[in-house]
């Protein structure tokens, strides 16, 4: 129940501030027809909705929030086929559901205008409807075709069939101004008042607030757009059992009335929609993060900051720790270090409900501290194009989630590499744990990208620098955990392990190779080109590498391939050195990786610095 009382202490702290923060007994819903009229419920004109507009709030009773099926209507705005009394003219079939739902819908709104709580606006709907001649209304203003017959044609309003587009007001007051019925917050706190004034029910304990309330059992739908129909909080399952085994009756797991399951529905909707955070495309999942004071809360899986780099930047880490402190507590002002912070993760588990597939509450301290571990130590070096010197320049950012599960798990599409939703959904959340539980990096992420960035002939060189960065950082992530190095320092070329050490060889003949060619190839180097099979078997596919390579570094000038050599040299003498022979032809483990890129950045580094003496001379 924690997250209920969260969302509950949600909605009571920022209802008044928030002015999108939805009323109770009201949710979201979007119209396709928009119908004016005058303060005594004569017809003056109608539009079309465009789908671009934002939906709006409408009244709800109870069974209307959440109907899927039979006679629910809504009080004030609903589909033609409740709210248009002459709708079974224009049908073939369903008079009599249509007569049904048409007699629930003008009941329920007159009861309403009869009460204490009557409002104008709601009470020139009112004059207007009963009258029973909006569908003629709409074909007269062109809105709505008939067929050769005079029936509905099949024709749709914003994409939505006749039977259910949803009809909005606009009233024109007696001063000849027009306003919007479903901003009026007049009419809401009308209706809010007349429904709890007539709702019945059983009474009992409400677990949220403890106080002895009206049960509602049936709960809102539409918290997640792109899962409209997904209830959170459902027991409607009497003929299968679902809680068969645990409980006799829905009521004895979970006893919440009726308001604050309006304040809690209400609360996670206005988060979805201005805090939430979407993965996948079509088969989505949402994840929020907030205060329940309404404080800013940074969002975890963001960049940031990126750091660029110079010359004498001796401190990468430390620098780049101190810019993402600056750029959260930036987002955080607000914020103090026992603030709560609350993440959750939602998901349609079936069409009708909605599961939870993450929770957690951390105090901001923690939650920075957190943040923090995880953006400094899986962070690598990435390039990024500078509008201000038209070229690209070498940044320090930490990728994010999704970043890491497409390329370690995708495959290129035309010019991109995608992820099926699915695997989207799943890795993410185990890259979430990480992040805001401290927990290891998997090893089978590692290793899936790892072999993707073993093979760069299957990309694009801009895809591929991208995909080799994300792999390193994820690396250097692995290799911190595991208290090995710290590879943003100087001191990497003193690390004498195998893979690294074989990792820099591999970056030398790249570079020895496009070097020689003065850097214009129009195809791989033989050592991109044997890649994979170096990773496989480094020591005898090395000498397949060099024997290729002794021909381009004869075309060198003598001092550039004694530079070269003495490079390699160095390097084979370390490995016949440190590493044991009979190991020197085993698989690669992910470092090379990390040797490969900071080999090849340093040569490149000093590549720039030379050509830049030379425009200097």
Known sequence: ??????????????????????????????????????????????????????KILIPVT??????????????????????????????????????????AYI????????????????????????????????????????????FLSEN??????????????????NDSTSQKAWEDKQLMDSYTKYYLSVRTGIQSICQITGEKTIITVNH????????????????????????????????????????????IHNALRWLVATEGVTIGKKEKRTFICWNPKGKKVPQFDDSFAELYLSETDAEIEVSY???LYRAIQGQAQELQDLDEVVIMGLDAATTGRLSITYYNELQYSDFLKRLLSWKTSCCWYFQKYSADT?????????????AIIRYAFGTLQGRFVEVNDKVLKQQTDRIYHCILDGARIPRDIVRAITIKASNPQAYDDGIYENLLSTACAVIKK?????GEWKLMEETWKDITERSFLFGRLLAIADYAEKFAMDFKMNRSTNATRLQPAFVNRPFATWKVVMDQLNPYLRRMNPGKNDYISKMIEDIVQTLYKEVDPSYMNKPLNENYLLGYYLQRKDLRTKKEVSNDKKEEV
Not at 64 to 83: I, N
Request: charged share 30%; aromatic share 10%.
């Open 1 to 54: 129940m924690s997250w209920m009382s969260k969302l509950y202490e949600t909605y009571e702290n920022n209802k008044g501030k928030q002015l999108d923060l939805p009323v109770m007994a009201h949710m979201q819903a979007r119209a396709q027809i928009e119908i004016v009229l005058d303060m005594y419920g004569a017809f003056k004109a109608a539009n079309i909705v465009p789908k671009s507009e934002p």
């Open 62 to 103: 109870e069974d209307s929030a959440g109907r899927s099926s039979g006679v629910a209507p809504h009080p004030l705005y609903d589909t033609l086929s409740y709210c248009a009394g002459d709708y079974e003219q224009y049908i073939k079939e369903g008079k009599q559901t249509t007569k049904k739902k048409y007699e």
């Open 107 to 150: 009941k329920q709104l007159q009861n309403w205008d009869e009460s204490e709580y009557r409002n104008e606006k709601e009470h020139a709907i009112y004059l207007y409807i009963k009258q029973k001649h909006m569908l003629n209304d709409l074909i007269s203003a062109g809105i709505i075709q008939l067929d050769e017959e005079g």
């Open 156 to 173: 749709k309003i914003e994409g939505v069939i006749y039977e259910k587009a949803l009809v909005r007001f606009i009233i024109l007051t």
């Open 220 to 263: 809102p739908k539409g918290i997640v757009s792109s899962d409209y129909g997904a209830k959170i909080i459902s027991a409607n399952d009497t003929a299968n059992f679902t809680f068969r085994g645990r409980f006799v009756s829905a009521d004895e797991a979970c006893s919440i009335g009726y308001e604050a399951s309006q304040k």
């Open 321 to 323: 720790r101190r810019k």
């Open 390 to 402: 038209g070229k690209y320049e070498p940044v320090v950012k930490t990728p994010d989630a999704k």
């Open 478 to 482: 692995l290799r911190e955990e595991e």
